[in-house]
């Protein structure tokens, strides 16, 4: 297997999926999803598929682009996808989707999408390579 093969196979391998249910506890006075947390599932799901990818400590240092498409109601099901899209020599970013269903329907589609950025850091807390270590 060459070097990109294997690569690929541990982004595949990293691929993250998380699946959350919204209670009213999680919504906001529009009784839909709160956005900050949408954003923290989001985060969080990136930094799981992250850490699988690298099996490094990381710390996130963006988010970019965080596309709301439309609200999700209270008593949705809500999927979130993570998967590794950009490789730097010591930063990656993650690109999250979530998809929301009703409860007692087949109506799966996107409504929002995100990436975040992580750096990878050695034991003095300082930036070292993702790959550096890693199994391939």
């Not at 196979?9 to 839909?32: D, E, L, Q």
């Not at 963006?62 to 730097?88: H, M, Y």
């Not at 409504?111 to 850091?121: C, N, P, T």
């Amino acid at each position: 297997m060459e070097h990109s093969d294997k690569v690929q196979a541990r982004i595949n391998y990293a691929t993250t999926y998380t699946t959350k249910t919204v209670f009213p506890g999680r919504t906001n006075h529009h009784n839909t999803l709160f956005g900050g947390e949408a954003l923290a599932w989001m985060d969080e799901v990136a930094f799981v598929c992250a850490t699988r990818f690298c099996r490094k400590s990381l710390v996130t240092i963006s988010s970019d682009r965080v596309d709301f498409k439309e609200p999700i109601p209270a008593g949705s099901i809500v999927e979130l996808v993570a998967n590794v899209s950009t490789l730097g020599r010591t930063s990656l970013v993650v690109d999250v989707n979530v998809f929301v269903e009703g409860m007692h329907k087949d109506d799966k589609h996107k409504a929002i999408s995100g990436s975040f950025k992580f750096v990878a850091l050695d034991d003095d807390r300082k930036p070292t390579p993702v790959l550096n270590g890693v199994e391939l």
